[in-house]
């Protein structure tokens, strides 16, 4: 959240000091009225792309502001992932989507946001489904903590969608990823 004083505004990636000692948080009549924010996505490079599955059925589409992982369940299975990073956790306790979709339309499929290492070993999982059918999309609103500080996590993004001669989808998009 930004925060507006004296016609100044100041965002929450920068900085409010008060007698010379640099504010995570700001509160106002005990009222939080600003919060710093370090923003990973966009920002953060794709770091490694791993095809687990059928080649031609798992695609990865990085405009530097959006990111859509897309696995396609055909005569084979598609599957892989994405680690996005390495970027530090330290000083921070939680993380949280600007907007962040994933959808399952097919049965033996999953989808998993996690942190994790540049080799896809997870650290700490986010979210994660196998339901056929699941579609949910994840805000500001939905923080989740941070259950250990690291000075190298990487943000994972994994799809799978099973050999099915029906064609369908698991699916992963985002926006924008913060700490806080």
Known sequence: MS???NDVLIPESSYIRFNDVQLKKYYFNDVLVW??????????????????????Y???TNTGSHIKVD????????YGRVMLGGFSTIGYSKLFF???????TNSFSHI?????????NVVQQLIYSEANGFDATYTA???????SANGNYYLILEV????THLGKNAIIEMNGCYLI
């Open 71 to 78: 696995a396609f369940g055909g005569t084979e299975r598609g």
């Open 160 to 163: 799978e969608s099973g050999a």
């Open 35 to 56: 919060q710093r924010q370090q923003k990973v996505y966009p920002g953060i490079p794709v770091a490694k792309t791993q095809n687990l599955g059928y080649a031609a």
């Open 3 to 5: 925060y507006r004083q």
């Open 112 to 120: 998993k946001v996690a942190l994790g290492d540049i080799n896809g």
């Open 98 to 104: 600007a907007n962040l979709r994933a959808y399952i």
């Open 58 to 60: 798992f695609t990865v």
């Open 141 to 147: 609103a939905n923080v989740f903590n941070i259950n």
